[in-house]
């Protein structure tokens, strides 16, 4: 790519508990290093269970629940997924007790994170504490942990949280998104007008990517 070529601004609508928008992510974080594509990414927010109760559900009885899916079926899945993370570095540790959770304190605390410049950094751990540690995410508490890890203020973190202090930003974007017609994520934007949606595996990111840099700014 030329280097007078602005870098390629890469916006990813995506929820933490997804685990194709981690798979994805990571595909699409190999292509631009094998391309050597100079780049901007910009995290947005997407619930993938916006009513669900905050203390979340049983991962199975709820992908069951909402797919209709036999645990055959989604023992397939994931062994499915887990396949597809080993081969990007991702590892999941899937077992009979994962829960899925309502994210929208999460995305609080990604707003928080992104004004300090960490959104990126904290996005990454969020998705190793559900899908690698299986931590409790729904826990306020432990979202504050998670915070502190990666650099930020535990007790500003928290204050974040116990005060619902991004609730009206968050719901902003997220309704931007939906307008934007994004039902399903991952979904990522290129230079703000090329979407591609799902996890598009390695060698096709590389090949968008190319198409990409033969295009003018």
Known sequence: MEPSKKPLR???VSDVVCPWCVIGYRQLAIALEQTGTTHTIHWHPFE??????????????????????????????????????????????????????????????????????????????????HFTNNRDISDINVLADIAAETGLD????????????????????????????????????FNERHLVSGAQGVDNYISILEQLATMPD
């Open 154 to 189: 535990r007790s500003e973190a928290l204050a974040v949280l116990e005060g619902q202090f991004f609730a009206k930003e968050v719901r902003t974007e997220e309704q931007h998104w939906q307008q934007q017609g994004i039902q399903s994520v991952p979904a990522v934007i």
């Open 10 to 12: 890469i916006d990813i």
């Open 48 to 129: 993938l269970n916006p009513n669900m109760p905050s203390e979340g559900q049983n991962l199975r009885e709820h992908i069951i629940e909402k797919y209709g899916s036999t645990k055959q079926e989604s023992d397939a899945s994931r062994i499915r997924m887990a396949e597809a993370g080993r081969e990007v570095g991702f590892e999941f540790n899937f077992n009979d007790d994962t829960r899925m959770h309502n994210t929208f304190n999460l995305h609080q605390l990604l707003h928080f994170a992104d004004q300090q410049g960490r959104m990126h950094d904290l996005k990454q751990a969020l998705f190793v504490a």
